[in-house]
């Protein structure tokens, strides 16, 4: 057996090993290993490996974000934020048709920003939203199928668990794919807003009413909420004002949700001890798996699969569109059985080197040279240009040819294609980024194994399962339609990138 | 046993949150200090009062080498938090199709991932205690605080030995489940067998 052959056998065995149940990490570090001891012939390379790579993985600075995150999302939940967000949001929207369900998601959505994590959003909004839903006359599987869906918003909007493993896997700037993230965070809640709205026009039983509160109180409970504008606010902004990295900001917003948790009388001892116990179990499997992954990914680089396979695909000419759709249909349907960090850990070293030699012409060479060309000429003609020049010049841009070495030089310019082609694979890389977040969020909350759906049904015991999966496939179709305009649309996403950098 | 293998497997977990958290001090305390330094290094403090922020500058600023600390620091916290994570079933694992196994095939499943599982972790003891002595012939030292390399990794030797141990008793406990056939560690994943 070749390397080769070998890589590729490796892909159902692994899958065999996943299906048997046994733990997603423990399964790639297990054929990660098999796999080096058969291509280097003997155990001395990955045991050799062995001596430094856990402690390397797990030292590792960029990952340090994980835990701190995770232990400033279960500190966010002590500290009464969610209750503020949620009555802040129900006061403007409560009174409206439908609009307790909406509160929810535009609380899901501000809890989002202080919480990583989707799970712990969903849970702490169900705690707080799932007693008045009910009590205002909310049918079970709509009010549980709305937390499921809001509770994926807390991966969707920064700062974002799965976000930090899909830039540390593809060696791209954490603080940049945060700032992608906002705008599509921003319309999945717009678009489970809007869904409410149908739904509850559709099945008017479905939703009962509230009355409307005075304006001086919806005020007074806006109010209410300055804690988490204050810690969100401190962390992105230190991120992007060039105040700290992403891992101190992390650390500032632990800080400050233990801070406010701790003032609001959360933090007592046993919460304290509880908070750790939670993050110590996520944290572990998080990087037991990110270690599989690891060993496995470093298998597969050696038998060279990922770059046979980016050439094959190449080499047939496959549409990249076509290429794109198909991967994202592939998270769509595995999100069903799998959780969203496994699934990434074990696609994305293999599917990213396929992306990004694919050409989406996101950028082109003539209109960056003729923009910035613009630009010069606008601020008037440089000195010493002679009018030959300049006329050549104009040409090229009304023509829309390249421009030559010679005149960008005389324009003092240097837009070059690989220049071009940098920040192309740049923003490919961002954009598919949010694209995968987007579809392996999803995973969250389609049955049969959406994990949203069952921590928020469990809190419900009077609602069947079978209700919150008929009124989650509403959800779940605003998010399809959210994911095909955004990539019919690129620069939705790479909108405030192109802003700030 | 169990008592003793969850009370040991939980203090980790509190071990390793603590330093985590006093790494999340340590980092806003670093930050605090780098800010200040700034501020006093600037036209406006450097023309209002130039002894005091030049006699400030000296003693406040960033914690030098921070960052090395939160590595060593949060590698210990991880391997400490292994354990918990294996007396507690956290592992993330796929059971669609295993639930469709009978309730026999799948205590002895069970019984062989644990198995292997504590194969893996006494490995990864092993292994990392191999690195350690490695480092302490070579007497590594840290870049900026010149701290010896191998007490960080004795540091993580020490959760992942724990980790082994757990692991083993884990194995263990699976390994009697599956002969005997009764359920001594319930955590929730045999409830709907």
């Known amino acids: ?501 | 046993m169990h008592k003793l293998m969850m009370g040991l497997a939980r203090s980790m977990a509190i071990l390793g949150g603590m330093v985590l958290s006093l790494l999340i001090f340590l980092t806003c305390l670093s930050i605090i200090g780098r800010l200040l330094n700034g501020a006093f290094h600037s036209d406006v403090m450097q023309s209002i009062a130039p002894g005091f922020s030049n006699w400030m500058v000296t003693w406040v600023g960033p914690i030098n080498g921070d960052f090395e600390l939160v590595e060593a620091g949060v590698a210990f916290a991880i391997f400490a938090f292994l354990p918990l994570c294996q007396i507690s079933a956290g592992h993330a694992a796929v059971d669609v199709v295993a639930n469709a196994f009978p309730r026999g095939v799948n205590r002895f499943l069970r019984m062989i991932t644990e198995l292997l599982f504590a194969a893996v972790l006494v490995l990864i003891a092993w292994r990392l205690a191999a690195g350690t002595i490695s480092k302490f012939g070579n007497g590594e030292t840290s870049f900026l605080l010149e701290f010896q390399i191998w007490w960080a990794l004795g540091a993580s030797l020490f959760g992942a030995v724990v980790a082994a141990i757990v692991g083993v008793y884990m194995g263990a406990v699976r390994t009697i489940e599956f002969f005997t056939g009764r359920i001594q560690v319930w955590d929730g994943v045999e409830g709907e067998q």
């Open chain 1, 1 to 501: 057996m070749t390397a080769l052959e070998i890589g590729i056998a490796s892909f159902p065995v692994l899958m065999i090993l996943i299906f048997l149940r046994v733990p997603i990490g423990l399964s790639m570090f297990l054929v990660g290993l098999g796999g080096l001891i058969m291509v280097t012939d003997g155990t001395q390379v990955a045991f050799g490996r062995l001596k430094s790579e856990t402690y390397s993985t797990f030292s590792s600075y960029s990952l340090t974000i994980v835990p701190m995150f995770l232990l400033m999302g279960h500190f966010a939940t002590l500290g009464g934020m969610s209750t503020a967000l949620f009555k802040a949001a129900e006061g403007f929207l409560g009174h409206r048709k439908g609009g307790v369900a909406m509160a929810a998601i535009g609380a899901c959505a501000g809890f989002g920003a202080i919480c990583g994590s989707s799970l712990a959003t969903a849970a702490t909004m169900g705690r707080v939203a799932l007693p008045e839903l009910k009590q205002y006359g909310y049918a079970g599987g709509f009010s549980t199928a709305t937390l499921a869906a809001g509770g994926t918003l807390g991966i969707l909007i920064p700062p974002s668990v799965v976000l930090v493993i899909y830039a540390i896997l593809t060696e791209q700037n954490i603080a940049k794919l945060f700032l992608a993230a906002f705008i599509p965070g921003l319309l999945a809640a717009i678009g489970y807003v809007i869904v409410i709205s149908i739904y509850v026009r559709l099945y008017p039983e479905s939703a009962g009413t509230r009355p409307a509160i005075a304006w001086a109180e919806r005020f007074a409970n806006l109010v209410k909420v300055w804690p988490v504008l204050l810690v969100f606010g401190l962390v992105v902004g230190g991120i992007y004002g060039g105040l700290f990295t992403p891992t101190e900001g992390a650390a500032v917003g632990a800080f400050g949700t233990g801070f406010i948790a701790w003032m609001n009388g959360g933090l007592d001892r046993p919460n304290l001890v509880d908070s750790f116990m939670v993050t110590a179990r996520s944290t572990a499997m998080i990087f037991f798996i990110v270690l599989g992954a690891g060993f496995y990914n470093g298998f597969l680089a050696l038998t060279k699969v990922p770059q046979e396979l980016a050439d094959f695909v190449v080499s047939q000419g496959f549409s990249p569109w076509m290429v794109l759709a198909l991967i994202l249909a592939f998270y769509l349907i595995f999100g069903c059985l799998m959780d969203s960090l496994s699934m990434i850990l074990l696609t994305i070293p293999i599917f990213f080197p396929v992306i990004s030699v694919m050409d989406f012409g996101l950028l082109s060479l003539i209109d960056m040279q003729a923009d910035a060309a613009m630009e010069v000429l606008r601020n008037g003609v440089p000195e010493g240009m002679g009018a030959e020049m300049l006329t050549s010049i104009q040409e090229a841009i009304a023509t829309g040819t390249e421009l030559t070495r010679e005149q960008m030089k005389e324009l003092g310019i240097r837009v070059t294609e690989g220049r071009v082609n940098r920040i192309e694979t740049e923003y490919v890389a961002i954009w598919f980024g949010i694209l995968v977040l987007i579809v392996v969020e999803v995973g969250l909350i389609t049955p049969p194994v959406g994990m949203n759906l069952f921590i928020i049904n469990a809190m419900d015991r009077k609602t069947k399962m079978i209700d919150t999966y008929k009124a989650v496939m509403f959800f779940v179709a605003s998010d399809i339609i959210r994911v095909i305009i955004l990539v019919a649309f690129p620069f939705i996403t790479l909108l405030p990138l192109l802003l700030l950098y």
